[in-house]
C-alpha cells in the first residue's frame, strides 16, 4: 500500500539548475548509465529500483566530480562512470542508514525499510554496493578502484565508530570531526579527487580539490545534523530527531554539554548517557539546544569549514567552474532540506 | 555480556584435517591474508573481527578454490589473494544474514547482531564488503574483478528473490532451485572458476570445474535447508526452524505442499500463507514434514546434484586433487553441522 504524501519539495531546484547549467549535459549521462546499470529483468528488483529512484537526490558528489574533471581537463566517459559509482555508492549507504535510523522518509517519499521492511532494504543496499563494484571494476582503472574501495571501508568505519560513541557524554568535538569526516566527507573529497583521473594534473591541484571536497563534507553534514534538530519535517523531507533518539551525539549536543558546568552539567551527562524515556529526554534536550545560542554557533563552525573549502580552491584561480563549486558550498550552507 | 555457550563442535575436523593435507599450508596463507587484511587500529572494529572470527568457517570455498587451482597449474599469491576475496563475501553475507534471520547463534557462539545490535552488524557486513573490495582490486586482475562483482549482485538477487517468494504456497521446485543456484551455489562455482585464473586453462576444463561447483552448492544449500528443519540446535550450532517462521519456502515444505492435495492441501496452503501464529504453524509444519518421507527425499535430491558434480569432475580424470573436490561432496552431504 501506498502512502500518499505530499508531492516533493522542489526548493533548491532553481538554484542548482543555474549551478549545473555547464554540466546539465554530463549530469544527464550520469543518470542515463545509472538507469541502464539497474535496469532488471526481476519484477521484486525493478519495482525496489523505481521506487528508490523516487528519492533521487540532488547528485552534488556528481557535480564536484564532473566540475573537478573540466578543471584538470574536462569530462571524459570516465567521469561519468566514476560519477555513477560514487552515486551508487552513496544510494546504497542511504539505503541502509535508513534501516538503521528506522527514518519513515527521505525526500516525503516512503522509504524502501517503511515499505519493505528491513530485509529487503539491507539486501537491496548490497546489491546496490555489488553494482557499484561492477561498475567500477568495469573500468580496469588501478586507481579509480583503490580510492573507492578505500573510501567505502572509511564511510563503514565512520559509522562504527558513531555507534561506539553511542549515548557517551565524553565525546569530544574533535572525535565527532573525525567520526563525520570519515562517514561523510570523505565521499565528497573521493568524488573531487576522482575528477582529476585520466588527466596529467599537478598534485597540488588534486589536493586543492580534495581539500575542498572534505572540508564542504564535513560543513556539508554538520548543518544536516543542525537541521535534525532545528529542521521542519515537511521542509527537510525526512524524518527529524532521529540523532537522538538513537543516542547519536552531534554537534549542537557535544556544545551544549560544553556550555553546561555544575549540577546542571552533571544532570545533562547522567540524561545523555540513558537510553530510557527517549521522547522525553529528546524533547528536553532539543529544548535546550534551541534556546541557547548553540545552533547560531554550530552554523559558524559549518561556515568556517565552507571557508577552508574556499581557500582550498583559492589556488586553482578564478574561472566558472571554482565559482560554481563555491556556490554548492553556500547552497549546502542556506539548505533547508 | 559474553553468555556462555558449550565449546563449538569439532564434528568432521578430523575428516578435512585429512582433505585438506596437500593445502593445508595455502589455507593458512589465506588464514594470514585475512588476518592481515581485517587488523585495524580501531578498537571496536578489532573486537568485531576478533569475535567474527569465532565463527570461522570450514573454509570449504577457498578448498575448491585452491583445488581447482591445483588442478589448473599450482597455487599462486594471486590464488591466495582470490581465496581470501571469496571468504570476505561470504563471511559480509553471514554477517547480514544473520541480522535477517534474527538468529541468535552461529557455530555455537552468539552472532554479531545478538551480541552488538543489528545496526553494529548490518555496517561490519558492509565493512566487510569493502575489505572484500579493496584486496580484489589491489589484484588489478580485470576477470577476477568481474567474476566477483557479478557473483555479489547474484548472490543479493537470489536473497531478494527468495524474499519475494515468502509465504507463497505457489512457489515450485524449480524457482527455489533457481533462487538458491544465486544466492549459494553461484558463489562454489566462482571459487572454483577463480582457481583457473592465471593459467591458460582449456574452456572445458573451466566450464567441468564450474559445473561441479555450481551442482556442489545447490545440494549443500538442500542440506542446510534440510537441516534447518530435522537438525538439533546443539549439534548443528545455529539457530534452527528460522526458515519457516519467516516464511522461507524451502525444499521440504515445497515437497509436503506437492504431496497434500484436497482439503488437507487447501489447509496446508492457507496455513503456508499466514503470517500469524507463527510458532503453532512452525510445529504443525514440521511435524508433517518429519512423519513422512519428505526429508528422505529432499536428500536424495541433493544426492542427484552432488551426481551431477561428480560428473561434471569426470573429464578431469583421476587425481588427488579430483578425489579431493569429491571427497568434499560427501562430506557435505554427511554433515549435520
Redesign the interface.
Known sequence: MDTERPAPSTAGVGVLKELYGPIHADIDRVEALLRAELR?E?P??AS?VSHSQKFQGKRMRSAMLLYSARLCGGVTDLHVALAGVVELLHS??LV?DD??DEAQLRRQVDTLNRRWG???S??????L???A??L???L?H?EA??I???T??D???G???Q??TKFDPDIDEERYLRIIELKTARLFSTACRLGSLGWESDPAQIEALSSYGLNFGIAFQIIDDVLDITGEEAEVGKSLGTDLSKGKLTLPVIRLLRNLSGSDGQELRALIASSDNLPEKRTRILGLIRQGDIVAACLRRAGEFLDAARRALRPLGDSPETAALLELGSFALHRRA
Open positions: 532488471s526481476n521484486f528488483l525496489l546504497a549507504t541502509h534501516v538503521l528491513n530485509e529487503t539491507v539486501l537491496f543496499g548490497d546489491y554496493f555489488a553494482k563494484f561492477i567500477c571494476s568495469r580496469n588501478h578502484n583503490r573507492l574501495g578505500r567505502a571501508q564511510m563503514c568505519e559509522e562504527l565508530s555507534i561506539a
